[in-house]
């Protein structure tokens, strides 16, 4: 069922642990119980990252899968002060964007868990600025969709493909234009995101730049044929790990064929 704001979603009912289950930290900690306790961290301390430590979320990164192996991930990793007082500007603002897009109801979270969220939005718009390590996730545009937009990039696909295939690609130009990338930076983000989680570091991945993505750019220095997929505040968490819930696997799964 749809309403305002986009689809119903599905109720997340299941607990991934136990409540209460004690959150393993460190590189010696089971994967299984990482991925079910990998909670959006948004409450941090301000102590500063070690650089050693942001290298190596950087370099697990670049160790995840990329379409046509093209590697072309680049990362900005802020912890000047004075860059992140002016990416702190822009975050309380598209919060504020994000907030009144979305109101105060998100379908399918119930009450509790919307206030929870909802603070932790509030307190990490209030502290942005004291946030010791912002790490920004970018991907060169240069996927098929680039090619299909270039006249002579056409011609030579004509030749190869034939105009009925091309003129097939260029339907789905759009998405071929960002969903390449988007599937490559994307695992990238998430081996960054394990990798904190082994350092005992706490992060959320976040899209809200898209919101002012222009202004984000033009601090960031961002080069124009590169898109910016994520942007990561990390820190070392002032609440725990734990339990996520999430949708139960028997209202996601379909065996063999969807119905
Ligand atoms: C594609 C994507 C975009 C997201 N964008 C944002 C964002 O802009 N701001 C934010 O605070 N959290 C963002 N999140 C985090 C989600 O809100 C979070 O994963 C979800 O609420 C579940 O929270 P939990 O893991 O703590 O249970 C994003 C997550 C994903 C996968």
């Known amino acids: 069922m749809a309403n305002r704001r986009g689809p119903e979603r599905a109720e997340a009912t299941e607990l991934s642990r136990p409540a209460g289950f ?45 379409g046509s192996d093209a590697q072309h991930h680049a990362f900005v990793a802020v912890t000047d002060r004075d860059q992140m007082a002016r990416l702190a500007e822009l975050w309380v603002d598209v919060v504020d964007v994000y907030r009144s897009l979305m109101g105060t109801v998100v379908p399918g ?36 969709g680039s090619a299909l937009r270039s006249p002579r990039a056409g011609v030579e ?6 105009a009925r295939r091309l003129a097939r690609l260029a339907r789905g130009g759009l998405a071929a234009s960002s969903l390449p990338e988007a599937s490559s930076i994307y695992p990238a983000v998430q081996n960054l995101l394990l990798a904190a989680r082994a350092h005992g570091l ?19 220095g961002v080069p124009r044929d590169h898109g910016i997929y994520a942007l990561i505040p990390i820190g070392y ?17 379909h065996w063999d064929r969807w119905s």
């Open 109 to 144: 979270v119930d009450d509790e868990r919307h206030a929870r969220m909802a603070d932790a939005l509030e307190y990490q718009a209030e502290h942005f600025a004291d946030t010791p390590l912002v790490i920004a996730a970018c991907y060169q545009r240069s996927g098929a």
């Open 202 to 220: 706490g992060a959320t991945l976040t899209i809200w730049h898209l919101f002012r993505e222009a202004d984000f750019r033009r601090v960031l």
């Open 22 to 66: 004690e959150a393993p930290v460190g590189a010696d900690a089971p994967i299984m119980d990482v991925l079910a306790t990998m909670r959006a961290m948004r409450r941090l301390k301000p102590d500063p990252v070690p650089v050693p430590i942001i290298e190596d979320l950087v370099r697990a990164a670049t160790w995840a899968p990329s």
């Open 157 to 162: 696909l004509a030749r190869d493909l034939g």
């Open 237 to 253: 968490p002032l609440g725990r790990f734990g339990p996520v819930r999430r949708r139960p696997v028997d209202d996601v799964l």
